[in-house]
């Protein structure tokens, strides 16, 4: 089966830096969206950044030139460079993937999240 696994989360200090990676593997002959989520306890999820399989990118208005998403096609992976982070980004970050598996339908996947967490 399919799954999206994260890594690269941690503690850093405001203005500091971390790197978020998502690596899918299973079943998949291709993938199309990749994104990335954060959902902070008793809020809602929502979407940080979004890159599609042309390598065309959207980023929220709070994360707009402090964060980069890209991707690695060939590793089926997706990463998020996070700068410059502020208390205000402390969540669980999550990766999501719009993927064609070899059972031939589309569907989206979730990584089971990675703590990101930053101190004032």
């Known amino acids: 089966q399919v799954q999206l696994v994260e890594s690269g989360g941690g503690l850093v200090q405001a203005g500091g830096s971390l790197r978020l990676s998502c690596a899918a593997s299973?079943?998949?002959?291709?993938?199309?969206?990749m994104a990335w989520y954060r959902q902070a306890p008793g809020k809602q999820r929502e979407l940080v950044a979004v890159?599609?399989?042309?390598?065309?990118?959207h980023y929220a208005d709070s994360v707009k030139g402090r964060f980069t998403i890209s991707r690695d096609n060939a590793k089926n992976t997706v990463y998020l460079q996070m700068n410059s982070l502020k208390p205000e980004d402390t969540a669980v970050y999550y990766c999501?993937?719009?993927?064609?598996?070899?059972?031939?339908?589309?569907?989206?996947?979730w990584g089971q999240g990675t703590q990101v967490t930053v101190s004032s």
């Open positions: 299973g079943s998949i002959f291709s993938i199309n969206d």
């Open positions: 999501n993937a719009h993927i064609l598996a070899r059972s031939d339908y589309w569907a989206y996947y």
């Open positions: 890159i599609t399989s042309g390598g065309n990118t």
